[in-house]
């Protein structure tokens, strides 16, 4: 039994590898192997739809598409993360903060200085 | 009356918000401990919020009663006052109150607003990343810049950009791992939430947000050491500390914030650690600022409970 979100990755993967906007029924029919009840592919797509990732157009049936690229999303994510925007606390543990090119250089010479065969990076 | 226990109070709180923050965010000796250090900066912060609204109560509610316990049993049950109320005496209730109502507040506020963006940063990650095969709570996130960070939260997740991938070698890598590992085992963001909350309730407070930053850069050396101890390559201390220069340099181009450049001293600080470890702790000190700490937290709380001098 796979996870609805694995369900939605499944789903939106289909979605972000389709040409234009994608019925339910066809979604059900790209992901035959899975053997899916065309309620489930609606349910994941009102959850998708709810989470702000996918939208549907006025058309009967109505289709389906993502809001933003997989490549998008990824970007919104990283800019968040760099950025630090919003609450600093939520994303509490990026590994490290960016530094000046200035001390980016000595940390550097300071760590090849320290070196016991002085290894050049 | 209790104006010695009010007094008393005040005077601590005065200590708590100024001077003792002070001494501590320049101590050199927290990087050789940083847990006992971070146990110190709880029992400063709690303290601190314990003994300035206690205060403000104590004074308030002198009217009512000879202790805290009495006074306060005394409103709840409709006593009248024993002694004239002043204007004073409203002054600082209501300021105790406002106050109360703030610290709680934000920190509520806080909690909310993190868990809301904590989701719609997992949301996103289980959307756009698969799960890697080699660790469940570790996903990959295509982008070059070199970052690693973790979402906490019940279900926690590990990311690692390729850009970091692409950067460090299998130790490194794992140096990286180990030390987002150890903020997720150890809640590091339950250390850091009231601090959050005392900056945002009190910006006005100089001692709030240097504490806030203390916090913040004990936890990432607690974290290094915890990794230190969980890895098993030949050299821990030089493979954490150029993982750290890696991702740190790799970094700085184009990040938009201001706010990164105050973190730079603190990444520097925490590689001279590693490739200068200073000495730890020794058992006597240690015990000394733990036994500081506890102190911290029961003087105020007596002040509270005990009759008035």
């Known amino acids: 039994m796979a996870s609805l979100g694995d369900l939605e990755r499944t789903v939106m993967d ?39 990732f996918v939208e549907h157009d006025d058309a009967r049936p109505r289709r389906f598409r993502p809001r933003a690229s997989r490549a998008e999303h990824a970007a919104e994510l990283m800019h968040e993360v760099l950025g630090q925007a919003g609450d600093r606390q939520a994303v509490l543990a ?20 320290s070196a016991p065969d002085a290894r050049a990076r | 009356m209790l104006p010695a226990t009010a007094a008393a ?20 000796w927290p990087r050789r401990d940083p847990l006992v250090a971070l146990v110190c900066w709880q029992a400063i912060g709690l303290a601190g919020g314990l003994s300035i609204i206690g205060a403000l109560l104590v004074h308030g509610l002198a009217p009512w009663g000879h202790s805290l316990p009495e006074a306060g049993w005394a409103v709840l049950t ?50 756009v990343v698969q799960p890697s095969a080699a660790a469940p709570d570790a996903r990959l996130l295509e982008h070059p810049a070199p970052v690693a960070f973790c979402i906490p939260g019940a279900r926690p997740l590990l990311v690692l950009s390729s850009g970091m991938v692409a950067e460090l070698d299998d130790g490194q890598l794992a140096a990286v791992v180990a030390h987002e590992r150890a903020h997720l085992a150890e809640h590091h963001h339950l250390y850091l939430l ?44 030089r493979t954490l500390a150029q993982a750290i220069v890696v991702a740190a340099g790799g970094a700085s181009g184009g990040v938009p914030d201001g706010a990164l450049a105050v973190g730079g001293s603190a990444v520097g600080v925490r590689v001279l650690r590693l ?7 020794p058992a006597p000190a240690r015990a000394a600022a733990l036994l500081t700490a506890g102190l911290l937290l029961l003087v105020p709380t007596v002040l509270l409970l005990a009759p008035a001098l």
Do not use: N, Y
């Not at chain 1, 990026?94 to 200085?113: H, I, K, S, T």
């Not at chain 2, 002054?91 to 909690?111: I, M, N, R, Y």
């Not at chain 2, 200068?276 to 702790?281: E, F, I, K, Q, T």
């Open chain 1, 14 to 52: 289909v979605l972000w590898g389709a040409d234009g906007p994608v019925a339910a029924t066809e979604l059900r029919d790209a992901l035959a192997d899975r053997d899916l009840a065309l309620t489930t592919v609606h349910t994941v797509l009102s959850r998708l739809e709810g989470k702000g």
């Open chain 1, 94 to 113: 990026r590994f490290v903060g960016g530094v000046d090119p200035e001390e980016a250089r000595l940390l550097r010479q300071l760590l090849e200085g």
């Open chain 2, 9 to 28: 109070l005040a005077v601590l709180a005065a200590l708590l918000a100024w001077p003792v923050p002070a001494l501590l965010g320049r101590a050199r």
């Open chain 2, 78 to 127: 409709g006593h009248p006052a024993r002694d004239p109320v002043r204007g004073d005496h409203w002054v600082t209730l209501t300021l105790a109150a406002v106050l109360a109502a703030e610290l709680l507040g934000v920190l509520a506020l806080s909690w909310v607003r993190t868990a809301r963006t904590r989701r719609r940063h997992r949301e996103l990650l289980e959307l």
């Open chain 2, 194 to 237: 009231p601090f959050v909350a005392w900056e945002a309730a009190l910006p006005v407070l100089p001692a709030a947000g240097r504490a806030h930053a203390a916090v913040r850069e004990l936890v990432e050396m607690r974290a290094d050491d915890r990794a230190l101890a969980s890895l098993a390559v030949p050299d821990p201390r």
């Open chain 2, 275 to 281: 490739l200068d470890p200073p000495a730890p702790l």
